[in-house]
């Protein structure tokens, strides 16, 4: 099973929105609704941030938001903090084994 | 709280052996999928494997097939992953995580345990 396909790296200023791409095929992204989403700082732990495309789980904020079209699924974060700057990496469940995780995307605040 | 804690990381030689273990405290563990997933340095995620509720439904992923064993203990609230012919390749951070109700996501993550795969 491949990874799924992000763009290495995306940066906006404070208070912009972003938006990063999670491309993967109709036996994963585009077959399920089953595509979630995480943050994960440097040396920290991987956290949770949208499951099933486009809920937030308690405690999220709500500048955090997903959506889908076809094989790809997109992750939205408006007003831009600095504590946004991390890494963002997708998972969508697959025909072929439970799940596959996206490759990743490094977020810069300028 | 709900808290998941990795151990058993550490320095082995290729073709060796080791067996992760992580405990679950805070829910009620038996009611819940779990999985593995690793990090290599400076790499991104990768889902390992991935265990029922009841232990009865096991997947692997390909890397690691035939060479780790993923098992847990509801009595001990505990999730274990015993790696044998360990590869270089196999160096990385590997996290303990808990699937959600839904099975369609991991809502907690434990902190990780290094294993350093080296000669």
């Known amino acids: 099973q491949s990874a799924l396909t992000q763009p290495a790296s995306v940066s906006g200023s404070p208070g912009q929105s972003i938006t990063i791409s999670c491309t993967g095929t109709?036996?994963?992204?585009?077959?399920?609704?089953?595509v979630s989403w995480y943050q994960q700082h440097p040396g920290k732990a991987p956290k949770l941030m949208i499951y099933e495309v486009s809920n937030r789980p308690s405690g999220v904020s709500n500048r955090f938001s997903g959506s889908k079209s076809g094989n790809t699924a997109s992750l939205t974060i408006s007003g831009l903090q600095a504590e946004d700057e991390a890494d963002y990496y997708c998972s969508s469940y697959t025909s072929s084994s439970p799940h596959v995780f996206g490759t990743g995307t490094k977020v810069t605040v300028l | 709280q709900v808290q998941l804690v990795e151990s058993g990381g550490g320095l082995v030689k290729p073709g060796g052996s080791l067996r992760l273990s992580c405990a679950a405290s805070g829910f009620t563990f038996s009611d819940y999928y779990m999985s593995w997933i690793r990090q290599a340095p400076g790499k991104g995620l990768e889902w390992v494997s991935y265990?029922?509720?009841?232990?009865?439904?096991?997947y692997y992923a390909d890397s690691v097939k035939g060479r780790f064993t993923i098992s847990r203990d509801n009595a001990k609230n505990s999730l274990y992953l015993q790696m044998n012919s360990l590869r270089a390749e196999d160096t990385a951070v590997y996290y303990c995580?808990?699937?959600?109700?839904?099975?369609?996501?991991?809502?907690?993550w434990g902190q990780g345990t290094m294993v350093t795969v080296s000669s």
């Open positions: 265990i029922s509720s009841s232990g009865s439904t096991i």
């Open positions: 995580a808990r699937v959600d109700a839904a099975r369609t996501a991991f809502d907690i």
């Open positions: 109709s036996s994963d992204v585009g077959g399920y609704n089953y």
